[in-house]
Nanobody
Framework: VQLQASGGGLVQAGGSLRLSCAARTSSSYAMGWFRQAPGKEREFVAA????????IYADSMKSRLTISRDNAKNTVYLQMNSLKPEDTAVYYCAARSEYWHSTSVNAYNYWGQGTLVTVSS
């Protein structure tokens, strides 16, 4: 499974970004977004079940996020609003060959290359 993340960039605090993750597969996978800031461990952001029927978010960000997917396009999206400087990180999309999503890094089999989000104050 190949994953291609895009949509990152430089945004001012309070702004919004929509990240996309295109998956080159015809199989059904639960998908997740994680992020990693410099000097920190990779952490969970959001995840969605393979048919989009269930979603889960990091508690610290849940009011500002929406994860969605379009299986006809094999693409998962992460809408991020009210961005803060502490949201600056490389954001990674990941896939797991299960119906249900997971918040654990170790539960995902496939990873994209990451897209950098920089939020200026």
């Amino acid at each position: 499974v190949q994953l291609q993340a895009s949509g990152g960039g430089l945004v001012q605090a309070g702004g919004s970004l929509r990240l996309s993750c295109a998956a080159r597969t015809s199989s059904s996978y639960a998908m997740g977004w994680f992020r990693q800031a410099p000097g920190k461990e990779r952490e969970f952001v959001a995840a969605i079940s393979w048919n989009g029927g269930s979603t889960i978010y990091a508690d610290s960000m849940k009011s500002r996020l929406t994860i969605s997917r379009d299986n006809a396009k094999n693409t998962v999206y992460l809408q991020m609003n009210s961005l803060k400087p502490e949201d600056t990180a490389v954001y990674y999309c990941a896939a797991r060959s299960e119906y249900w999503h997971s918040t654990s890094v170790n539960a995902y089999n496939y990873w994209g290359q990451g897209t950098l989000v920089t939020v200026s104050s």
